[in-house]
C-alpha cells in the first residue's frame, strides 16, 4: 500500500511512499486446460478456455512483433482482452476493470512467448527465467487484498504489479528474485526486471484509471518514497539519495 501527500500549488507534486498493507497474489499452474482468476474481495469468481487464450496469443504473434522494452501494445491487445474476458466496452466497474486488467497481461505473456517460439534465432532477453512449457499459461491465480479497493490507496497499482510479477515469472521471462535485501533474507529482483514489472503494471493500470501516472505501480514494485513531478518523470528518494526514472 502507499501514502500520498499532495502539494496544491499551480504545478502540483505528489510524493507517495510504501507502508505495510500488502496485496497478496498465489498463482498456481492448472492441469485441465483452464485459467481460473478469483478475487475474494471484490467478489469475482472467473474461468476461462486456455486454447482461446493460445490461439489468439499466436495470431498476435503472425501479425505484431513485441518490442523488448516496452509494455503490450494497449491499442492492438485490448480489444483482444476484452472479447476473450467476456467483457464489454460499456462495463466499467471494479470487478470488471479488474478482469480485463488481468487479460491484458496474460495475453501480453501469451503474446510474447509465442513470439519467441515463432523465431528459432531469436533469444529471449538475458537474465529471462527458463522458458517453462507453454500449458503453464493455463493458471489459477488468486489475490487478496489487505487495503479497500477504493481511489487514493494505491490499490490498482499493488493489484497489477502482483499479476504483472507473477505471470512474468511463472512464464520464464522473468527470472526468480536474487538479490538479498534485508537480512531477513527476503529477496527482490534485478533493476532491469524490476522496471520491466513497473512498466507492464503502469500500462495495465491504465485499464483501470484511464491514464496511470506510474506512481502507484513504482512504489508497489520499488517501495520506498516517490515524488511524481509530471506525468513524464518519477523521482525516486531513498536514504539521501535521488534519481529519476522516465
Not at 500488502?22 to 492448472?30: A, C, D, K, N
Request: glycine share 6%.
Amino acid at each position: 500500500m502507499e501514502v500520498r501527500v499532495r502539494f496544491l500549488t499551480e504545478k502540483a507534486t505528489a510524493i507517495a511512499g510504501s507502508i505495510d498493507l500488502r496485496t497478496y497474489v498465489s498463482l498456481f499452474t492448472s492441469a485441465d486446460g483452464r485459467i481460473y482468476l478469483s478475487l475474494p474481495d471484490l467478489g469475482v469468481e472467473k474461468t476461462w478456455l486456455l486454447k482461446d487464450l493460445t490461439k489468439a496469443a499466436d495470431r498476435l504473434a503472425a501479425e505484431y512483433p513485441i518490442e523488448e522494452d516496452q509494455p503490450p501494445s494497449l491499442e492492438v491487445l485490448v480489444p483482444i482482452a476484452r472479447k476473450l474476458s467476456g467483457s464489454c466496452e460499456e462495463q466499467c466497474g471494479v470487478q470488471h476493470l479488474a478482469i480485463l486488467a488481468f487479460w491484458y497481461l496474460l495475453l501480453g505473456v501469451a503474446h510474447r512467448k509465442s513470439y519467441y517460439n515463432r523465431q528459432p534465432t531469436l533469444h529471449e532477453p538475458e537474465g529471462a527465467g527458463d522458458a517453462p512449457p507453454s500449458d503453464l499459461l493455463a493458471v489459477k491465480a488468486t489475490v487478496r487484498f489487505k487495503l479497500p479497493s477504493c481511489v487514493g490507496l494505491g490499490s490498482s497499482g499493488a493489484y497489477c504489479v502482483c499479476i504483472a510479477t507473477a505471470l512474468l515469472q511463472t512464464t520464464g521471462l522473468i527470472p526468480s528474485p536474487s538479490i538479498v535485501t534485508d537480512e531477513d533474507g527476503s529477496l527482490t529482483w534485478e533493476d532491469q526486471h524490476l522496471d520491466m514489472i513497473r512498466k507492464w503494471a503502469t500500462a495495465a493500470e491504465s485499464l483501470i484509471h484511464g491514464r496511470a501516472s506510474g506512481l502507484d505501480a513504482a512504489v508497489c514494485t520499488y517501495g520506498m518514497s516517490w515524488m511524481l513531478i509530471d506525468y513524464r518523470s518519477l523521482l525516486i528518494k531513498e536514504k539521501g539519495n535521488c534519481c529519476r526514472r522516465q
